[in-house]
């Protein structure tokens, strides 16, 4: 049976089958290229080409008759903009006409569409670009290639000869558009090393091209896993235990049983659930369960509770992440001390699009589809439930409403959760898995709880002699297959990250980590731990600036020296922006930071007020980011605003807190909210231009906010921040 939403395989498409087969019927249709991945990864997809017939390995670019050229894109989309910036790279060597680009997601397949940068398929860290900047451009050089040497050999000149502009191939009096040539050209070699365009010949890349995904999007076409309704569909929701860590000890479900439209009741390993013929019926269902729970092994320790544990830990030193000098005599001889401890709350990620995920077992097969951000993960994590080798899992990425680091999951937890629940069912109809809000924001996977210790010296000249910080968090690395890699010494890199590498010039410094024992699940958020971090960093900074009288700006570029030239050069964009527009109105503050993630460097400064009510009102925030190669300007400013926005919420209102016996205490947005859009401020970005390779820019734009604000709230209060959110939660 073929559901109605089913989504084509790629050997559904002819894209293992057809690609550079001389001959075939199938090439008739189509040209299929492969992708130029380094090392072995090219070597078989030319090898496989060249021998068998068979098609690459690596395939990113399909060009139809009709001339359409499409972009396989291995990475999910969830906004971040991968769709429209791998296609970019492609039509750019190409020579392509960007209204004839289209572009799909790949399916699940490690072999083909590993991320050059993970190791394994997936998307995070602000990757997506970084890691595809020159495989898909000779994605896009090889298939311009191919369509010149057919066109050469069509007309009998010299490849040289020929010119390709805007999806037409040309010389003198012949003509011929791409859809005309793939039939010759699908049967030329691909060149193992196609030549890339001079950065000067760039036409594509640098300007700001209209999103491929923003009209489906816009108009509803656009389908995502909670849209996908296929026949015979059983929808299941789960109750989870109330404490991390507890489990299921007895289930009466008569009641659940006794609602029309439910058809079963199981008890998973995450917990009970429900199946029905419809989302209404499970919801009620699942509200009629009678669970009694075995806490014995859970975390029931409050907040509170935790937060004395962790203050109590950076009290001494901790392991060092890095050590310059003597910092203990450097504190001890200073003229002036400076000492804080900061308290940051756990975060819940919150995307729009709740976890969910469709599954279907028949005759040994498994199928499903889902927003995956790490295909690799969520793909054996399925095959191993089933008890299935991989090659019997089919896994098919779909579109995402939002994720901010939710679907990326170690160990694939999500996928495991939806297959067990798929697989318990017993039937061969798909079961949709969806996760309510209730679930996402009490469920985990959080941003961890996080507590710094901060100490710095000034010398009677209000040099900044002496820097110690002591960071106590949980570590999400344990216990998963990113041990091995991110966790060195005892050093778990995520940890710290952002700190360690602190740019200023201190001449004793010291960053130690604590990583605590705890039993609520967290995980990577927007920027990972670089959002904390930073925001210790930057508002002790400015505090320590204050105190010895140095303007903030000009203090951190003394910092900074001439070892940081692009730490320096946002951070003077930024000034001058604000120095254009103007001196601050009366009532109003500004305050500034700087930081580096993901290879990428973002300078903001805020503007705030008081509302009225004891509470910030960020008015502006300006920002400059050095990004690199700035592949689509306009994808570049929207991922500055919506970080910053994502983190003026955090910063102002978010906290995911247990209250007694360790339970969460929000459940919903009415407790846990995104900032309002009557509430966001206005934002102006510059892009610095630069021909350095290109890196991320969805996280990079969130860190930097929260200081920012804090800094101009101290400075329009004489109140330093140092307890996340800075409105106060409403109990």
């Not at 019997?392 to 679907?407: I, N, Q």
């Amino acid at each position: 049976m073929t559901y109605p939403f089913r989504v084509e395989t790629p050997q559904e498409r002819g894209l293992t089958r057809r690609g550079f087969l001389k001959g075939s019927a199938a090439v008739a249709t189509s040209l299929v290229i492969g992708a130029h991945l380094p090392g072995r990864a090219f070597a078989e997809a030319a090898s496989s080409a060249a021998d068998s017939g068979a098609m690459a390995p690596n395939a990113f670019v399909r060009i139809d008759p009709d001339s359409t050229v499409t972009v396989i894109v291995k990475h999910i989309e969830f906004g971040q903009g991968p769709v429209t910036g791998l296609a970019t790279l492609v039509a750019e060597e190409l020579d392509a006409d960007w209204g004839q680009m289209k572009a799909e997601l790949a399916p699940a397949n490690t072999e083909k569409y590993t991320n050059a940068l993970f190791g394994l398929q997936g998307t995070g860290g602000s990757t997506a670009m970084a890691s595809s900047y020159e495989p898909m451009r000779k994605a896009g050089a090889a298939a311009r290639v191919m369509l010149v040497q057919a066109a050469a050999k069509r007309w009998q000149v010299e490849p040289s000869a020929i010119t390709v502009e805007r999806g037409e191939v040309r010389h003198g009096d012949h003509s011929a558009s791409f859809g005309e040539l793939v039939a010759e050209a699908a049967q030329v070699a691909p060149p193992s090393d196609p030549p890339l365009k001079s950065p000067d010949d760039f036409k594509l890349i640098g300007t700001q091209l209209t999103k491929l995904d923003s009209r489906d999007k816009s108009d509803g076409k656009q389908m995502f896993t909670l849209d996908r309704y296929p026949e015979q569909l059983v929808v299941a929701t789960i109750l989870h235990p109330p404490v991390f860590g507890a489990t299921v000890a007895s289930v009466d479900d008569a009641d659940a049983r006794a609602v029309k439209g439910v058809i079963d009741v199981k008890t998973v390993p995450a917990g009970v659930a429900v199946y029905a013929e419809n989302t209404h019926a499970a919801l009620k269902g699942r509200k009629a369960l009678n669970v009694s729970w075995d806490e014995s092994q859970g975390e029931t320790r409050s907040t509170q509770r935790m937060e004395q544990d962790y203050s109590q830990a950076v009290k001494q030193p901790g392991l060092d992440a890095r050590l310059e000098g003597d910092v203990e005599a450097a504190l001890a001889s200073a003229d002036t001390v400076i000492e804080a401890e900061y308290y940051f709350p756990f975060l819940a990620h919150a995307p729009m699009e709740t976890l969910d995920a469709v599954i279907r077992f028949r005759e040994g097969l498994v199928e499903a589809w889902m927003g995956t951000q790490i295909q690799t993960m969520d793909h054996g994590a399925i095959a191993q439930v089933f008890g299935v080798p991989p090659e019997k899992v089919s896994l098919y990425t779909e579109y995402a409403g939002g994720s901010f680091g939710r679907r990326a999951q170690p160990g694939g937890e999500f996928a495991a959760e939806a297959a067990q629940v798929a697989k318990a069912l017993g039937s061969e109809r798909p079961v949709k898995l969806m996760w309510t809000r209730e679930n996402d924001i009490q469920g985990g996977r959080y941003r961890p709880l996080a507590v710094h210790r901060l100490r710095g010296g000034l010398d009677s000249d209000g040099n900044i002699v002496a820097w110690d910080q002591q960071i106590a968090v949980q570590s999400f690395m344990k216990g998963t297959a990113f041990e091995q890699f991110m966790i060195k010494d005892g050093i778990d890199a995520t940890a710290v990250e952002g700190s360690k590498e602190l740019p200023y010039g201190v001449p004793n410094l010291r960053v130690g980590q604590h990583l605590m024992d705890n039993g609520v699940s967290a995980l990577w958020w927007r920027s990972v731990e670089h959002t904390h971090n930073a925001y210790a960093n930057e508002t002790f900074l400015d505090e320590l600036l204050e105190r010895a009288g140095t303007d903030p700006v000009k203090g951190r570029l003394a910092l900074l020296g001439d070892k940081h030239p692009r730490h320096s050069g946002v951070l003077k964009k930024v000034a001058d922006m604000v120095d254009a527009a103007g001196s601050v109105p009366d009532g109003r503050a500004r305050g500034v930071a700087v930081h580096k993630s993901f290879g990428s460097f973002v300078a903001q400064i805020a503007e705030v007020s008081d509302n009225g009510a004891g509470e910030p009102r960020v008015h502006k925030i300006w920002c400059a980011v050095d990004c690199g190669v700035p592949v689509n300007p306009d994808v570049i400013r929207a991922q500055m605003e919506g970080g910053i926005g994502y983190g003026i919420g955090a910063v102002l209102y978010d906290a995911i807190t247990l209250g007694d016996g360790g339970r969460v205490e929000q459940a919903n947005f009415d407790r846990y909210r995104s900032l309002r859009i009557n509430e966001m401020p206005d934002v102006e970005v510059e892009v610095i231009r630069s021909a350095e390779p290109p890196t991320g820019v969805g996280e990079p734009g969130t860190p930097p906010s929260g200081p920012a604000i804090a800094n101009a709230w101290r400075r329009l209060t004489g109140k330093s921040v140092y307890r996340l959110p800075l409105v106060p939660i409403v109990s």
